[in-house]
């Protein structure tokens, strides 16, 4: 919490917000350089950073009425809050349309009913809920691809926590829970947008995470490179550093283009992103595709290249490739990013 608060002061946990709001109104590019600095020393707090800013902050700020901004931005732009996105279920990850919370009108109220799983920020401390979420689900007897969006707070009747997360391979830095809705009563000014009208807005806001989460790759990546770089100086073997051997200075190279080639690919892609308009599937799901196997290749390499020290905590790098895996899975698996290139290529006649 208290990191958390540093970062609303230097004006981060709104990058994106509107000033008015409280927010530092800066774009893709910004939220990028944030995402690659933070993870390049905590790969799993800056995942807990990314699920506040761009989860949360961004996707209000883009979707939500100036009423609902006003009421929720200047305290999650601050740090007082504690917020996050609840979108995957315990039965639907990458199938996200088959999600099966619902919501029903009840006078002007909705009545919420599911489960949301693999939760991030779902807790401000062991035992207590984080603050405010955006919770998507369906309403009653809407078609498949018709989506809503709530903003639930913490103390809303019916919501609450289900099991809690433990023994992650990595980002142990950030809380998992599933959370759960139980008859939750949320007020329906706290619809955002329209009924049905959330699908574009997961979409939109899918794309942005998909970059931010390159940018994490990048830091693991870039940090891994420096890690291994200094130890193939420092450490002599056979009389001479380990920089000196071939096998060594190919994981040192290849390492070090891989990673300028997937910062040049990631910062071109959020330079080219417009935050309020959708379009950028492509180049979203691209960058995704490759930092975050590169990302692993790299930290796996740097525990190579450490040998018996890369593989203990002294050095960073074993943990560096633990939190390296989730990339190639959360938001938005290889295969899934794999399929929607292809369909997004399919689309085009010229690359550029």
């Known amino acids: 919490m208290a990191l958390f608060g540093k970062l609303g002061e230097l004006g981060l946990l709104g990058i994106t917000v509107d000033e008015r709001f409280g927010g530092a109104g800066m774009d893709a590019v910004a939220a990028v350089i944030a995402h690659e600095e933070?993870?390049?020393?905590?790969?799993?707090?800056?995942?807990?950073?990314?699920?506040?800013?761009?989860?949360f902050a961004n996707n209000l700020q883009i979707n939500g009425s100036d009423e609902q901004r006003n009421k929720y931005l200047p305290d999650a732009c601050a740090?007082?809050?504690?917020?996050?996105?609840?979108?995957?279920?315990?039965?639907?990850?990458?199938?996200?349309?088959g999600m099966q919370t619902t919501a029903r009108r009840s006078g002007d109220e909705y009545v919420l009913n599911g489960a949301k799983m693999w939760i991030t920020n779902w807790a401000?401390?062991?035992?207590?809920?984080?603050?405010?979420?955006?919770?998507y689900a369906r309403i009653a007897g809407s078609p498949r691809n018709q989506l809503s969006m709530f903003i639930v707070e913490k103390g809303f009747a019916g919501f609450g926590l289900g099991q809690k997360i433990k023994g992650k391979l990595g980002m142990r830095a950030s809380t998992t829970a599933e959370l759960v809705f139980e008859d939750c009563r949320v007020p329906i000014e706290n619809l955002v947008g329209s009924e049905g009208a959330a699908t574009l807005h997961m979409m939109r806001n899918l794309e942005v995470e998909r970059v931010t989460l390159a940018a994490m790759s990048l830091g693991i990546a870039r940090r891994s490179v420096e890690v291994m770089n200094r130890y193939a100086s420092e450490r002599i073997s056979f009389g001479k550093p380990?920089?000196?051997?071939?096998?060594?200075?190919?994981?040192?190279?290849?390492?070090?283009?891989?990673?300028?080639?997937?910062?040049?690919?990631?910062?071109?892609?959020?330079?080219?992103?417009?935050?309020?308009?959708?379009?950028?599937?492509?180049?979203?799901?691209?960058?995704?595709?490759?930092?975050?196997?590169?990302?692993?290749?790299?930290?796996?390499?740097?525990?190579?290249?450490?040998?018996?020290?890369?593989?203990?905590?002294?050095?960073?790098?074993?943990?560096?490739?633990?939190?390296?895996?989730?990339?190639?899975?959360?938001?938005?698996?290889?295969?899934?990013?794999?399929?929607?290139?292809?369909?997004?290529?399919?689309?085009?006649?010229?690359?550029?």
């Open 38 to 55: 933070l993870s390049s020393a905590d790969p799993g707090f800056a995942l807990a950073y990314l699920a506040h800013s761009m989860l």
């Open 242 to 352: 380990l920089r000196e051997f071939g096998q060594i200075q190919r994981y040192i190279a290849k390492s070090y283009a891989e990673y300028m080639a997937g910062r040049a690919y990631t910062y071109y892609a959020a330079s080219t992103m417009s935050l309020d308009t959708p379009g950028h599937r492509l180049d979203s799901d691209g960058v995704k595709l490759f930092t975050s196997t590169m990302g692993k290749d790299v930290a796996d390499r740097a525990i190579q290249v450490l040998g018996g020290y890369g593989y203990v905590a002294e050095y960073a790098v074993e943990r560096l490739w633990r939190d390296a895996k989730l990339l190639e899975i959360g938001g938005g698996t290889l295969e899934a990013h794999q399929k929607n290139m292809c369909r997004e290529l399919g689309r085009a006649e010229r690359i550029l």
């Open 124 to 135: 401000v401390s062991d035992t207590e809920l984080g603050d405010t979420f955006l919770v």
């Open 79 to 97: 740090g007082k809050k504690v917020c996050g996105m609840c979108m995957t279920e315990p039965g639907a990850g990458t199938d996200v349309l």
